[in-house]
Structures are given as structure tokens and as C-alpha cells.
């Protein structure tokens, strides 16, 4: 763009032209002036690339750095999961174990209450079985005393009182011997 610009000026005034020195020279002042200028262009042109460059890669890496926070939060948050649901098992499996002793310690204690249950119950048997005897004994005095007096009376020849007291019997309710 500048050449035609310098090309422009130079034809536009050739007069000009003619009287500086030589034409060749100038045109060569012109083309190094034009060189310097692209050269100039083409580093300024390289720094700005260079400076896109330098920029995209710091985003990378600011892009990098975000990701790589990103991923030591998420690691943290599994392992801080990780470390939640540890101690909840832990916690679970600690309960079930007070769980399983508490019902040990049940069934530990309904035996012995069967235990002391059966040796109640074999009290009461033979508190039963000692009534029994009593009332037999009972019985059988009572009945000793009914023959005795039963045969008393039959050697003496009461007969009359045997009678009364065989009455005497049936109302109280009592039919033995």
C-alpha cells in the first residue's frame, strides 16, 4: 500500500523526480524504506502472535490450574463421603453387635427365670405332694379313729350310737369307712 502511495507521489511529480538524485537511488530508498516498514510489520506482526501465544497459553494453564482445583475438590468430597460412610458402617456394625449381645443377654436371662421357674414349679409339687400326705394322714387318723371307735362301740353293744354317729357323718358330708 505505501509503494503505491510512493509510486503515486514520484509520478505525480516527475519534475521533482528529476531534479534530486538519481531515480534509481531513490527508488531504492524507497524500496528499503518499504522493507523496513514490512520488516517492522512482520515483527510487530510476530510479537502480537507471539503475545496471542504467550496469552492463550497462560489461559491454558489458568484453565489447568481451575481443572486441576476442580479434581482435588472432587477428591476431597469422595474421600471426605468415603470417610461418612466408613463411620456410619462402622457405626451400623457396632449397633448390630450391641443388637446380637442385648439378645444374648435376653435369652441368657429367660433361662434362668425358666430355670428358677421349673424349681418353683417343683416347690409348689412337692409342697403339693407334703399336703397330699398330710390330708392322707388326716384321712387315714380319722379313719383309724372311726374303726376304733366303730369297733368300741360294737364290743360294748352300742349299736343306737353307732347309728347317730353314722349320721352324724353323712350331714358333714363325709362318707369314709
Excluded: C
Excluded at 101 to 117: D, G, I, N, P, T
Amino acid at each position: 500500500m505505501r509503494t503505491l502511495f510512493v509510486a503515486t507521489v514520484f509520478l505525480a511529480f516527475p519534475a521533482v523526480a528529476i531534479a534530486q538524485p538519481a531515480l534509481s537511488d531513490q527508488i531504492n530508498a524507497v524500496a528499503n524504506a518499504q522493507a523496513q516498514e514490512e520488516s517492522s510489520e512482520r515483527a510487530q506482526y510476530q510479537a502480537q502472535q507471539e503475545a496471542y501465544q504467550r496469552a492463550a497459553a497462560a489461559r491454558e494453564r489458568a484453565i489447568e490450574r481451575q481443572q486441576a482445583i476442580v479434581n482435588a475438590n472432587a477428591r476431597a468430597r469422595a474421600a471426605a463421603a468415603a470417610a461418612d460412610k466408613k463411620r456410619d458402617q462402622d457405626f451400623e456394625d457396632k449397633n448390630r453387635a450391641l443388637d446380637l449381645e442385648e439378645r444374648q443377654l435376653r435369652l441368657q436371662a429367660e433361662k434362668a427365670r425358666v430355670a428358677r421357674e421349673n424349681e418353683f414349679i417343683d416347690r409348689d409339687l412337692h409342697k403339693e405332694d407334703a399336703e397330699t400326705d398330710v390330708i392322707k394322714s388326716n384321712a387315714d387318723v380319722n379313719r383309724n379313729i372311726s374303726t376304733g371307735e366303730k369297733t368300741l362301740l360294737e364290743k360294748n353293744g352300742d349299736k343306737a350310737a353307732l347309728e347317730g354317729q353314722a349320721a352324724v357323718k353323712k350331714e358333714s358330708g363325709w362318707f369314709g369307712h
